[in-house]
């Protein structure tokens, strides 16, 4: 038996990297989807002055939020204590009122 060789047959697939199939319409669906979700992250440079500029500010933002806590603790007790001296008006400015205000 004479076995013939066929010049015009595909040629056997020899090679080790496996054939991937096309992507399919869902797969390039889910890839812009997650690239959407997922951006690129961009590489930031620090600013110049680094950490030492943001504690400073960090820091004295903590002094002011101190400082008006303590005077606000101030404030309520005196209020609650009934020790405050309340604003009054002289007598002679509640005279001239309805003139200072645009009344008869």
Known sequence: MDIQHNE????EHTSETPITPAPS???ILKTQILAELQP??????PLAWGSLLV???L???AVVSIVQAVQSA????KVKSGNFGAA???ASNLENLPNMVGGC
Do not use: C
């Open 8 to 11: 015009h047959a595909a040629p």
């Open 88 to 90: 009054s008006a002289p």
């Open 40 to 45: 690129q992250k961009t590489n930031r440079v």
């Open 55 to 57: 504690t400073i500010v």
């Open 59 to 61: 820091s004295i933002l």
């Open 74 to 77: 101030q404030i309520l007790s």
């Open 25 to 27: 319409d869902l797969e």
